[in-house]
């Protein structure tokens, strides 16, 4: 009781109503050279269009990874990614030519908002890869850049426009006296020498000729008038002029549009289609929008383009980046630039391993799941010794290299065998037996794929139906999904080798599916930790108990905290047990366990015993013929 003077009535509070939290069972982890998106960063994909927008699509060097990642997400909404990169060999494109390397948001905020790295020009692509080659940038700086008078602004007026041959796609221009038409019209540009009633798209441009993609249908006398547009004018609409916010401070000629172009079709599927336009944006620094946002150009890219960063203002912008109060940098030319120079690396066990190793700190990752493509021994070892056996709250699921499955035949058996035992003995992984075939609708082709992904899927499947502490495999559970065939199918002599192994095999039975028709991990010795629910049963128990008991740390050791987590833990295990997932358990935490020794080292001792449920593997059917006259009793028990 707090200390008083008087008498009075003092009130407090005794907290016993915390309770075991729920802890996440179903969350994927998985890395993979992927031909887009950030490197050697978390990103969570709820869905394979979502895995799309973020990683680009499957091609011909990542498809494994690629539809193992999909697979898993076919069951899952909760997968998170890393992309696997080559720091010394992967580069985004940039509009001058120049590779760099900005693996992610933090090391673009980090190395290149600064505008410090000028060599790669305005625009680099938002992620690494040859991907970002397809990205093409235009920027419209000004009134006199969205459209103009050519001929106005030729050095010869009078003699401007020669000649135009309708049977040719040639305007001829007298270039005389030093005079460059290439300066005022660029390829991709509009043309028209009619007063702006018909507009030609232009091909190509020198200091004498323009090369329109299609021919006017007459001739037309010398001296007459070139009027040029911005190649992407109708898309816009109207030229960028002066922004009200920059007016009403006194400002001007601030506006710009800027266009994103697919230009080889490996973003849409179609070239040179418009990925995203940026109408209006302003060349000053504190620029907002009518909604208080702002509005400088720069930031408008960075926080919502998907596909480039600004590195830079374009040559000649010399005040862009100003307050609003200037009057901008008029620039009379478009900029354009198709991206170059990005390159996708080679990819090896080294960078995947380092991609893997963003999931192995257990305090600051959550994962349940860790998913492992067509990993070879290398991977495989470092997933189960480094991530797994160290987090100790995630399984490792595994599948045989390709060659042992794959057109293999009369082989697989004895190859998935010998692959396995190259592996370490342990409760925290699984493998299952085969490849499936599946088809590539972004390729139009089938493709052989791993089926980690589908396995880890099914425990995903069975947490969402039963309980983590329910077997994943059988026919219950354990139908596998989007198989066209196997690259095998075990025998019961097959299946016999391989589950002795703790290899669980994947069989296509007729008329019920392709099945997961085992429960293994990979432990070698017998225990009730060789089977997946049970497992997964301590992987979940231990979790939630663990971060209940992080409230205990700093209180006493005292009666009363020893039985407070007893009052705390009995209740789960309870409910756990009402789940079918225990037959029974006991909670020990008070003197006998924690005695004056443990209480002097500061520390404090909770024993909890389990007894987990089983699996059923093997069912025995006793079918017995009785005679007629002799009663069932009589023989019930006798076999």
Not at 80 to 103: D, H, K, P, Q, W
Not at 252 to 274: K, W
Not at 564 to 575: G, I
Request: charged share 20%.
């Amino acid at each position: 009781m707090a200390f008083q003077l008087s008498p009075g009535v003092n009130v407090s509070e005794i907290d016993l109503t915390t309770i075991v939290p729920a802890v996440a069972t179903s969350v994927g982890a998985f890395a993979g050279p992927f031909a887009w998106g950030p490197t050697r960063e978390i990103v969570t994909i709820s869905d394979e269009i979502r895995l799309v927008d973020r990683f680009g699509r499957p091609d011909t060097n990542n498809y494994e990874h690629w539809f193992t990642a999909a697979n898993f997400l076919a069951y899952s909404n909760n997968l998170r990614v890393v992309r696997a990169a080559n720091t010394t060999s992967t580069f985004n494109a940039t509009a001058n030519g120049s590779g760099v390397l900005i693996e992610n948001e933090d090391d673009y905020e980090n190395n290149h908002e600064d505008a410090s790295n000028t060599a790669f020009g305005p625009f680099a692509a938002r992620w690494p890869g040859a991907l970002g080659n397809s990205i093409r940038v235009s920027i419209c700086p000004s009134a006199n850049a969205f459209s103009s008078n050519v001929t106005a602004q030729h050095a010869h007026t009078a003699n401007a426009l020669n000649y135009l041959v309708d049977s040719t796609t040639v305007i001829n221009v007298d270039a005389s006296g030093g005079a460059n038409i290439a300066s005022y019209v660029y390829p991709g540009d509009f043309v028209s020498v009619d007063g702006g009633v018909s507009f030609k798209r232009v091909a190509s441009v020198n200091a004498a000729a323009i090369v329109v993609a299609t021919a006017f249908t007459a001739n037309v006398a010398a001296g007459t008038a070139i009027t040029r547009k911005w190649q992407y004018a109708d898309n816009l609409g109207v030229a960028p002029g002066t922004s009200d916010f920059v007016a009403g401070r006194g400002g001007s000629g601030d506006e710009l549009h800027v266009i994103v172009l697919d230009e080889d079709g490996l973003f849409s599927g179609t070239a040179n289609t418009i990925l995203e336009r940026y109408s209006f944006v302003s060349k000053a620094s504190d620029a907002k929008d009518s909604f208080g946002n702002t509005n400088f150009y720069k930031n408008v890219i960075n926080q919502r383009s998907g596909y480039i960063w600004w590195m830079a203002h374009q040559p000649g912008a010399l005040n862009w980046g100003n307050t609003s109060t200037s009057t901008f940098t008029s620039i009379a030319t478009p900029f354009t630039a198709s991206f170059t120079a990005g390159a996708d690396g080679t990819i090896g066990n080294a960078e995947l391993i380092t991609a893997y190793d963003q999931f192995a700190d257990a305090d600051s990752v959550d994962v349940s799941l860790v998913i492992s493509g067509p990993a070879g021994q290398t991977l495989a070892t470092h997933l189960i010794s480094n991530i797994a056996e160290v987090r100790k709250d995630c399984l490792v699921f595994l599948s045989p290299e390709k060659a042992d499955c794959v057109y293999n035949a009369g082989n697989e058996s004895s190859d998935i065998i010998e692959y396995r035992d190259l592996l370490t003995s342990t409760s925290y992984a699984v493998m299952d037996s085969n490849w499936k075939y599946q088809f590539d609708k972004y390729n139009d082709t089938y493709r052989w794929v791993p089926l980690n992904g589908d396995v880890a899927g099914l425990c995903v499947r069975t947490d969402l139906e039963r309980d983590p502490w329910f077997s994943p495999g059988g026919l219950n559970r354990g139908i596998i999904k989007n198989v066209i065939k196997l690259a095998w199918n075990p025998t019961k002599a097959n299946r016999d080798d391989l589950y002795v192994k703790g290899i669980n095999p994947i069989v296509s039975f007729p008329g019920e599916g392709t099945v997961l028709f085992g429960d293994k991990t990979l432990l070698a010795k017998p225990s009730a930790f060789d089977r997946i629910n049970v497992r997964r049963l301590f992987i979940v128990v231990e979790k939630a108990i663990a971060r209940a008991a992080r409230f205990s740390l700093f209180e006493f050791n005292d009666q009363f905290t020893r039985a407070q987590f007893v009052n705390l833990v009995e209740p789960y295990l309870r409910d756990v047990a009402g789940r079918r997932g225990i037959t029974d358990f006991r909670v020990v935490c008070d003197e006998t366990n924690n005695t004056q020794e443990v209480i002097d080292r500061n520390e404090f001792i909770g024993d909890i015993y389990i007894k987990p449920v089983r699996s059923i593997n093997f069912i025995q059917l006793n079918f017995v013929a009785v005679r007629s006259g002799v009663s069932f009793e009589e023989v019930v028990g006798q076999f």
